[in-house]
């Protein structure tokens, strides 16, 4: 009997209408939420906005015709407007622009559709990957309307995007997170241009690539993490000597920080101005906030014990999340020195312990 495949499925049944936040998120206790319903803007708000999309527009050009040589000519102010936030209208063209995927995609016309057709074809075999996409689908932002129905556009779109990357590239294939990454840049572009944008983040386009932090073993993320417990201990001190004493260290509460760049449990938007800096700054910008994070809530984790410890590493306050008091904080801690030495200090290390495992190995054959 022929297998059933995904494709092959009805859409579930439309969910009930229910109030959204701005970005699409059900809020069934507006009340609670500072990103409710919109609230009602002054006049004023909405022309300082207006005035912010003009001076966007103005520097993007037609279609982004314009941005390389904006970015040349005024590097400076391009940084300074993107951590104030990139104006939600024109976010999905920017993060296509910053990263590098615009290129990518007009270099290789048609390839998506390739991929996509390839995994539609009867003859190919269901894999590992797919199994593990189909059961993380209706897990990725399911309170969000657009990925609520089953097997509905959203989900169909998630499916074929990173099924598309795990034929692409069958070194990585498809892991856990990944999923967090297509659905956010999904909710901004289209499957193409969200698949293209993938591409550029674990290849590296612009930036380093990440394809490490979901390699088997995710010797990435075993760096990360590393080289933040050292900044933890050289930035704050007093609460690094706590996690010690506590025995916390950051594979409890920071993996997920990294691996789906705080797009997996944090507020959707601080992960989006976090999303606007970590696309034209890279991966520092996720140290600079888990630092601060830590910074904040310092004086309130360093005489807590074990349990509480994990839950509020787990469980920031909500004040703690406001993108405007976070961010600046942020942006004022300096470590890209301090990175690339750990990163050689990581390498050298992570060099000892493999000699030291071909040594043992070699003794066991002979």
């Keep these: 009997m022929e297998k059933k495949r995904t494709d092959d499925y009805e859409p579930g049944p439309v969910p009930p209408p229910a109030p959204l936040d701005r970005f699409g998120f059900v809020k069934p206790d507006l009340n609670n939420s500072p990103d409710g319903l919109a609230r009602g803007r002054s006049a004023n708000e ?69 991929f996509v057709f390839m995994q539609q074809l009867v003859i190919y075999e269901t894999s590992a990957s797919e199994l593990d996409i189909i059961r993380d689908i209706s897990r990725t932002f399911p309170s969000h309307v657009f990925f609520q129905q089953r097997h509905g556009p959203g989900q169909r779109s998630l499916y074929n995007v990173l099924k598309a990357y795990s034929v692409f590239d069958r070194d990585v294939g498809y892991v856990q997170g990944m999923g967090f990454l297509a659905a956010l840049l999904l909710l901004y572009m289209s499957e193409e241009d969200a698949f293209w944008l993938l591409v550029a ?78 696309l034209y700054e890279g991966v ?38 406001d993108p405007n008091t976070l961010l600046p904080m942020a ?25 030291l495992a071909d040594f043992h190995e070699k003794q066991k054959q002979s």
């Excluded at 407007?81 to 939600?88: V, W």
């Excluded at 995927?101 to 390739?114: A, F, I």
């Design 331 to 355: 942006y004022s801690i300096k470590v890209s020195k301090r990175l690339e030495g750990l990163n050689q200090e990581y390498e050298k290390k992570n060099g000892k312990q493999v000699q």
């Design 201 to 278: 983040l674990l290849k590296g386009a612009v930036h380093a690539p990440m394809e490490g932090l979901y390699q088997v073993g995710l010797p990435l993320v075993q760096q990360y993490l590393f080289q933040f417990d050292q900044l933890v201990r050289e930035y704050l001190p007093r609460l690094g000597e706590h996690f010690t004493q506590e025995m916390i260290n950051p594979s409890m509460y920071a993996s997920q920080w990294f691996i789906t760049v705080f797009s997996y449990s944090f507020p959707f938007h601080l992960a989006l101005r976090i999303w606007d800096v970590f």
């Design 46 to 114: 909405y022309e300082r906005e207006e005035r912010r999309i003009r001076k966007w527009r103005k520097m993007i050009g037609v279609g982004g015709s314009d941005w390389k040589h904006y970015v040349k000519r005024k590097p400076h102010v391009v940084k300074r407007r993107i951590r104030k936030g990139i104006p939600d209208c024109l976010r999905g063209l920017v993060w296509q622009l910053i990263s590098g995927s615009r290129d990518l995609l007009l270099m290789n016309p048609g390839v998506y559709e390739d």
């Design 284 to 321: 520092k910008i996720v140290f600079k906030v888990g630092l601060a994070l830590l910074k904040y809530c310092h004086d309130d984790m360093i005489n807590l014990p074990f349990e509480k410890l994990i839950h509020a590493l787990r469980n920031f306050p909500e004040d703690a999340m």
